[in-house]
């Protein structure tokens, strides 16, 4: 999917550019995707490929002047020949569009000289020596390396005050951040329009100087835990307001999911799952989409379930899902203990031996489970 944001009144400007930008970042093509099963990853692997590859031959057909991927194209060192020959090929099916590449802390080596011999003439490798640019209709693009480049030099870069100007960087936003910091209070002074960021994997948006900052956010979800609408970053340079002019377009055709599934209510585990079904389809999940469900509150005794039949029976609905049990047991804990009883002994054991609260309860609900006849599958 592709989505334009509504073009703001034109006005004379005192500069003479126009153009579309695309920004996106981290892309992490070849990631083992180890949060998903073996065959779905490999297919997840070539959805992906075909995001990025797609998304640039859609920037060919609307007219952008620029695609800016701001670190993290690969996700190691190690690419396979099918997925560069694919890359080849759509960079070669865009030859109006420049793409600006940023390397990150993921690329590594992957931007060997074999590769970028290959790469066409309008695809531009930065981020390798220091900093460096490329301009294009009065844009000028410079890109560095956060782990090599201070502020000092960021604000020494002689800079084309009379373009409007995109600087791309790699890295954490603060002066004291573990991974290539960006300051962004040094940019107030600079004749910066817009700072194009990766590395963090979700939407963001910040003032910086006279312009802004954005972190894209990665394009496809790969875990669990990338959550929240995925996709790009629109910069149009012909809209003077800068807020105006910036736009972030939703692109994943997956989306992950993490939610808290409150089961007090439900009565087994048909009702379990039946609830969150319900969440599927007609709200804002998807068939497509993978969901990490957390199972909350409290159950009685006698509602037996195990993740993994809860995750049997949701799997049918969802790309992927996981599922895991953090309820508790409705019990009158103390009431039970003081009863000579099977069950009393055990839970005295348990709280004895278990020190962690939610392995014990886990561990208490089973046995109990069990206790009153209940066939339990895994723990």
Known sequence: MFFFFPLAEKKQAWYNFFMKILHCSDIHLESKLS??????ALLRRGEILESFCSLMRQAQADDFGAFIVAGDLFEGNVVAPSTKTALVSAFCDCPDVDFIILTGN????????DFVRRLPANVHVLGRNG?????????????ADMTETTMRDIQAYPWKKEYYNVFICHGDIGKNSEYGAID???????????????HI????????????????????????????????????????????????APYARRLAWQINLDVSDCADKSQIV????????EGLI???????????????????FTEMQIKNELKKYLFDVKVKDKTKLRLDIEALKGTPSLKAEFITLAEKEIPDEEMRNTVIRYALNALNGEEIDEL
């Open 274 to 281: 039946d609830k969150a079904r319900s969440l599927i389809g």
């Open 131 to 143: 900093m460096e640019e490329f301009v294009k209709d009065g844009v000028c693009f410079v890109g």
């Open 106 to 113: 993921h690329d590594g080596d992957a931007f060997g000289a």
């Open 184 to 198: 962004l209070d040094g940019f107030y002074d600079l004749p910066v329009d817009y700072i194009a960021m990766g």
């Open 286 to 304: 998807s068939e497509n989409d993978m969901v990490e469900f957390y199972l909350v509150g409290e159950v009685a005794e006698d509602c037996v």
């Open 201 to 248: 994997h979700s939407f963001y948006i910040e003032g910086a100087g006279r312009g802004y900052a954005a972190y894209s956010g990665c394009l496809e979800p790969r875990g669990y835990d990338e959550t929240g609408e995925k996709g790009f970053v629109i910069v149009n340079t012909e809209i003077l307001n800068r807020a105006d002019s910036i736009a972030f």
């Open 35 to 40: 949060a998903l099963p073996h065959n779905k």
